[in-house]
């Protein structure tokens, strides 16, 4: 098959299908405050919400997407959307702190229909071009996840928070919908693995393949750095000098949807086989993005370009991880995207952790130094990478 089965609008609704089912998970973080209130319930039992899902998204990972390698991977995102979207239909009706956790904990569980559906493009398109499209789907993932909060905000603002999930609900059925009249019909799985085996075999793929564990490595250091920024942009722009509302801080956060526009520029680079360029380029952002955010007490401005450089800089290392590992990846492509990702996701997790200790105990000088280190981690592993694929290149 090839990339003209898919046309232009296709591929846009592939991105936004990615960006929906993806960024539903970062709704309840602005809402917290209103379900509470809703529920009549303390803030902290709300905010239970945001562990839930973070947990119940790394299972998903780990659990679901190495199906992949077994039954249809078509069949497995239409399912995983249609349950997804079922549930937040639930959690719109939650009048019980034991139904918004339940529903919540299935809604985040089965949100990953877009880390099957990107392995499973990439199956099927020509090779030349499956680092463009794979850039469109992950600008879509990304921008899905930064326009999440200010959608969920500006909803319970204007209305109330159960109408977030369930417009999100129905919109995700709508695509799954989409998805069932225009996804291809792959060729056939290897139906001869048994379960077990797939889960077993996760643990040799992962001893037997260094790289993927190199470019995870490069992936999980890259996003810890991010999410620091992003875990601690709180506490910068709620204190003087700035002293801005929870709404303004929100806000902030769309500042990054010019960076995931670098994914498809990346991608596209890739492409033309100069995956050396955007790992540089990446890694020198990353970097530079600590030494901005190093005055973003002092400056709003240094702040917006140091967030926008690591923005970038995340989208391209991501999209050349990928492409790195789905190119050469064969029937076991779910399982390494498996692994990739929840490595990855592993790293946010250590990240968002890193960066509320350094704050409480050394400050945002204490916060960008933690940063600058998971960011010299991040060239440590390219290096290493790279060097590994030029020896065995040789």
């Not at 602005?30 to 303390?42: D, E, F, N, R, W």
């Not at 119940?56 to 399912?79: E, H, T």
């Not at 990107?118 to 879509?140: R, Y």
């Amino acid at each position: 098959m090839s990339q003209s089965l898919f046309s232009r609008s296709f591929i846009l609704i592939m991105a936004i299908t990615c960006g929906v089912c993806a960024g539903s998970n970062y709704y309840n973080q602005p809402l917290i405050y209103a379900m509470a209130k809703s529920l009549g319930v303390t803030v902290e039992q709300s905010a239970v919400t945001i562990v839930i899902s973070q947990f119940a998204y790394a299972l998903g990972l780990i659990v679901l997407i190495p199906l992949g390698d077994k039954y249809s991977k078509r069949k497995i995102i239409i399912s995983l959307m249609v349950i997804c979207g079922l549930a937040q239909i639930c959690i719109s009706f939650s009048q019980q702190l034991w139904s918004l956790y339940f529903f919540t904990f299935i809604a985040t569980t089965f949100s990953i229909a877009s880390q099957v559906l990107i392995p499973f493009i990439s199956s099927i398109v020509e090779s030349e071009k499956m680092s463009e499209i794979i850039g469109t789907l992950m600008s879509g993932l990304f921008l899905g996840i930064l326009l999440a909060r200010s959608y969920a905000g500006i909803i319970t603002t204007i209305a109330d928070w159960h109408l977030v999930y369930l417009s999100s609900g129905l919109l995700i059925i709508l695509l799954a919908v989409v998805m069932y009249f225009k996804l291809p019909v792959p060729a056939a799985s290897n139906n001869n693995l048994k379960l077990l085996q797939i889960y077993k075999s996760m643990f040799s793929i992962a001893m037997h393949s260094p790289q993927l564990i190199r470019r995870s490595c490069v992936g999980a250091t890259a996003f810890a750095s991010m999410i620091l920024a992003l875990s601690t942009m709180a506490f910068v722009l709620a204190n003087p000098p700035y002293s801005f509302s929870e709404l303004y801080i929100g806000f902030f956060g769309l500042v990054g949807a010019a960076g995931v526009f670098a994914t498809k520029w990346a991608g596209k680079q890739i492409d033309q086989s100069k995956e050396k360029f955007v790992a540089v380029l990446g890694c020198a952002l990353l970097i530079i993005q600590w030494l901005l955010l190093y005055f973003a007490q002092h400056s709003l401005l240094a702040y917006v370009f140091g967030l926008l450089c690591g923005y970038s800089a995340l989208s391209m290392i991501h999209v050349l991880n990928q492409s790195l590992i789905l190119r050469s990846a064969d029937e076991t492509r779910s399982r390494q995207h498996s692994i990739y990702m929840f490595i990855y996701f592993m790293g946010a997790a250590v990240g968002s952790m890193a960066g509320l200790y350094a704050w409480y105990h050394w400050g945002w000088t204490g916060c960008c130094m933690v940063g600058l280190a998971f960011s010299l981690m991040t060239v440590f592993f390219d290096v290493l990478d790279r060097k590994h694929m030029q020896a065995s290149a040789v």
